[in-house]
T-cell receptor
Framework: DVKVTQSSRYLVKRTGEKVFLECVQD?????MFWYRQDPGLGLRLIYF???????EKGDIPEGYSVSREKKERFSLILESASTNQTSMYLC???????????FGQGTRLTVV | AQKITQTQPGMFVQEKEAVTLDCTYD???????LFWYKQPSSGEMIFLIY??????QNATEGRYSLNFQKARKSANLVISASQLGDSAMYFC?????????????FGSGTQLTVLP
């Protein structure tokens, strides 16, 4: 059974903290994605990666960075969390030629 | 410019009737893929259907079909015989890009409510 696992379902952090969101997939997929989901805005792509150590900016990369040191793990980093980064964060992965992207269960991050 | 546009923030449909959810896209790539996902209130993202840009036939998966009109750049989802369990948020998405760097972009979603 395919699986994308995000390290936390709920997270509360303080303004200015460095925050790590982890995502692990067990399907040997090349592509991995980080989105944030906000009401009325849908899923907005923050960053994606198509190989180890390779990354591309999505539509809203400001305030975020990513790391992919191993194929199965894709980390989203908030260098200095701000309240406007309170959101649901979704990780996804897909094979290069697959028809489907698989999603994690999401992390609801609250920055106070 | 928006790559994926879903113009219906909310839709209502009577149980057992068909409903069409609109999606238009914008890309200059010749090769791309179009997807529909369902997100119930539980939050999980459920893959429904896929259409490749070179596929000549419209995709179908059970009660779901994708009305693909390439010249108009539209990829509408048709749900036949709606059920109460179809009430959810629906997202249209597009995969584009060359080589291995293939971006997957989503629209803003349509909240579908099925009425008994």
């Amino acid at each position: 059974d395919v699986k994308v696992t995000q390290s936390s379902r709920y997270l509360v952090k303080r303004t200015g903290e460095k925050v790590f969101l982890e995502c692990v997939q067990d399907m040997d997929h090349e592509n991995m994605f980080w989105y944030r989901q906000d009401p009325g805005l849908g899923l907005r792509l923050i960053y994606f990666s198509y190989d180890v150590k390779m990354k591309e900016k999505g539509d809203i990369p400001e305030g975020y960075s990513v790391s992919r040191e191993k194929k199965e793990r894709f980390s989203l980093i908030l260098e200095s969390a701000s309240t406007n980064q309170t959101s649901m964060y979704l990780c996804a992965s897909s094979a290069y030629i697959s028809r489907e992207a698989f999603f994690g269960q999401g992390t609801r991050l609250t920055v106070v | 410019a928006q790559k994926i546009t879903q113009t219906q923030p909310g839709m209502f449909v009577q149980e057992k009737e068909a409903v069409t959810l609109d999606c238009t896209y914008d890309t200059s790539d010749q090769s791309y893929g179009l997807f529909w996902y369902k997100q119930p209130s539980s939050g999980e993202m459920i893959f429904l259907i896929y259409q490749g840009s070179y596929d000549e036939q419209n995709a179908t998966e059970g009660r779901y079909s994708l009305n693909f009109q390439k010249a108009r750049k539209s990829a509408n989802l048709v749900i036949s015989a709606s059920q109460l369990g179809d009430s959810a948020m629906y997202f249209c998405a597009m995969r584009e890009g060359s080589g291995s760097a293939r971006q997957l972009t989503f629209g803003s979603g349509t909240q579908l409510t099925v009425l008994p």
